[in-house]
């Protein structure tokens, strides 16, 4: 025993053991962010409950979404029962239900006690609502009304219409003001109305955020250059009166463009879906609010694997709806990933350059090891700190300066002068500064000295040799040190809360309106949107899915980026492994 312990061995196997668990650890949380975000897009079935309870008997629509048992002690704290009675029970199960139906029942999420269930039931005809606003909605789809004329769902199939001869929306109407369908039929006539009005509103969409937007951005500009001209003294009668008639054209598109805009928009809100809660009565959805109705009760699984796919797509292109709770999450990933890019190409020159001067010129003199330590400790100090340092640096003094300079017609509406993604950018580079230094320090350490005086001897210059030897052999280390900056600027959040993140950004910091990038806007990010969605959303119980979710995709995010860099990595450490030798 003595022997084995003096051998090394139980160190051995205590730092194995040690790397399996972190490794185990790790896999399990992956595997539980990925399984509790996944899932959220599986369809789930819509149950009928059937409760009594001393307010009498009640009927509950909705989704099962959670179930906990509650000990007697926790019962009698909480209020459910009394704990001095004999009858009291030990335990109780309740379950957390999605109700949906916000406007009608209040909050959508409901807990129920099992005591109180007399049956549950998963009938074909529930169906689930999407809607853009308040959620969903669950209940019976029982009718159309299509321009003034109702289309029924048939309650005797003895007088409804074969599926294979549902005829088209406008022969139906022509006929008479109500007409029943068969419940396929009646489904398929549902289907085909929500895809118009679907497709309207993105039509709609399209025009306000592109042409109309677009018409905003160039009045907005022609206002800046009127009070451009006008401080620098050349507002003379004729500007004044060229502005004029390009304002005047570009108001004449805008009322064309806005009556499409409201033409595109009737169409899609003229029609309305009845549908019969659980409450017992018709309540009328627009089609408008509608984006898809779906029949979870009746789905085969592979119905459901591409529902679930079209989930986790529309997730991932779509726009935040609903304060973020619902809808997608495209602008927070293509705010992360445009950050990122960012900061890499600030951080990377800088960094190199940095390390290049430390180790191949600076010597190895007491303030250069004091430069070094500095460096150092950069990487720990805390990220709120170099938030604190970027807003007032760079956004109030850096960018008030450039307004000051360059964008006085702006004023006093600040340009640069407020939290951007250039900002954020340059403080997550500031942040990331220290990695990118030594990884790139330790790669030149690396590199044998015989190397460089063979490239002299040569009668290369030191430049040449830096330039066209020394970089290229230390671009894997380059690339390793990116690698780790990457990584830690898409996981940071708390200095962008300071510097260009926002709960909801209206624009891209790209579009088509010149010059096309936009660095002073303001951004979404995914870190802020999990910490925004899990902390400060009013509907705790409808925004933890999201979580789960979001932090699946920030985690792929970052392991795309970090597999790209790896990718050039290793690219570059092939290409330049014969020069080692």
Not at 69 to 76: G, I
Not at 346 to 356: M, N, Q, S, W, Y
Not at 501 to 507: E, G, W
Request: no cysteine.
């Amino acid at each position: 025993m003595g022997n084995w312990y003096k051998s090394g061995a139980p160190w051995i196997w205590l730092t194995a053991g040690a790397v399996s668990i972190s490794l185990i650890a790790v896999l399990g949380l992956l595997l539980l962010i990925a399984g509790r975000g996944l899932s959220y897009f599986w369809p789930s079935p819509v149950y009928e409950w059937q409760l009594q309870n001393k307010q009498g008997t009640s009927v509950l629509i909705g989704q099962l979404y959670d179930r906990e048992t509650l000990s007697a002690a926790r019962l009698a704290d909480a209020g459910m029962v009394s704990d001095t009675a004999d009858s009291a029970p030990q335990s109780l199960t309740r379950y957390l239900v999605k109700t949906g139906n916000r406007e009608r029942v209040g909050l959508d999420f409901r807990w129920i006690n099992g005591s109180d269930i007399i049956s549950r039931t998963a009938p074909a005809a529930l169906a689930q609502i999407e809607r853009s606003k308040n959620g969903n909605f669950y209940g019976y789809p029982v009718a159309l009304v299509l321009d003034g004329k109702t289309i029924s769902l048939a309650k005797d199939k003895a007088h409804t219409l074969a599926p294979d001869s549902a005829e088209p929306e406008h022969a139906l109407s022509a006929k008479s003001t109500t007409t029943s369908l068969s419940r396929q039929a009646f489904r398929h006539a549902v289907a085909q109305q929500v895809a118009r009005a679907v497709s309207l509103n993105q039509q709609a969409q399209r025009l306000q955020q592109q042409d109309i937007g677009a018409i905003n951005y160039q009045l907005e500009q022609l206002r800046l250059q009127q009070r451009r001209d006008e401080l620098n003294g050349h507002l003379s009668e004729e500007r004044l009166a060229e502005l004029e008639v390009t304002k005047e054209q570009l108001n004449s598109r805008y009322q064309l463009l806005e009556q499409q805009f409201f033409s595109l928009r009737q169409a899609a809100g003229q029609d309305k879906l009845i549908v019969r809660d659980m409450l017992g009565d018709n309540v009328s959805l627009p089609l408008s609010q509608v984006l898809a109705v779906t029949y979870p009760n009746t789905l085969s699984w592979l119905e459901k694997l591409k529902l679930w796919g079209k989930g986790m797509l529309g997730f991932v292109t779509d726009d935040p709806r609903e304060a973020n709770t619902e809808g997608g999450v495209f602008p927070a990933i293509f705010g992360t990933v445009f950050m990122v890019l960012l900061m890499a190409v600030i951080v990377t020159p800088f960094g190199v350059i940095a390390a290049i001067y430390l180790h191949e010129y600076a010597g190895n003199g007491p303030i250069t090891r004091m430069i070094r330590i500095a460096v150092i400790n950069l990487a720990g100090v805390p990220s709120i700190v170099y938030g604190v340092f970027g807003l007032g640096f760079f956004v109030y003094m850096l960018g008030g300066s450039l307004d000051q300079l360059f964008y006085p017609e702006a004023l006093p509406s600040p340009t640069f002068g407020s939290p951007g993604v250039l900002w954020s950018a340059l403080t997550l580079a500031i942040l990331t500064l220290p990695v990118v230094i030594v990884s790139t320090e330790e790669g030149l350490s690396r590199i044998p000295s015989a190397v460089r005086h063979g490239s002299l001897a040569l009668g290369a210059t030191k430049a040449e040799t830096l330039w066209r030897i020394v970089i290229p052999m230390a671009s894997p280390a380059i690339m390793t040190g990116l690698i780790l900056a990457v990584a830690r600027a898409a996981g940071e959040v708390a200095p962008l809360m300071l510097v260009g993140v926002v709960k909801l950004a209206p624009t891209l910091p790209v579009d088509l309106n010149f010059p096309f990038v936009h660095l002073e806007r303001k951004f979404m990010h995914l870190g802020f949107h999990i910490y925004d969605v899990g902390f400060q959303s009013p509907n705790v119980e409808a925004a933890r899915p999201l979580v789960y979710a979001t932090s699946f995709l920030l985690v792929s995010v970052i392991v795309a980026l970090n597999l790209t860099a790896i990718t050039v990595r290793n690219h570059l450490r092939e290409k330049y492994r014969a020069l080692e030798h």
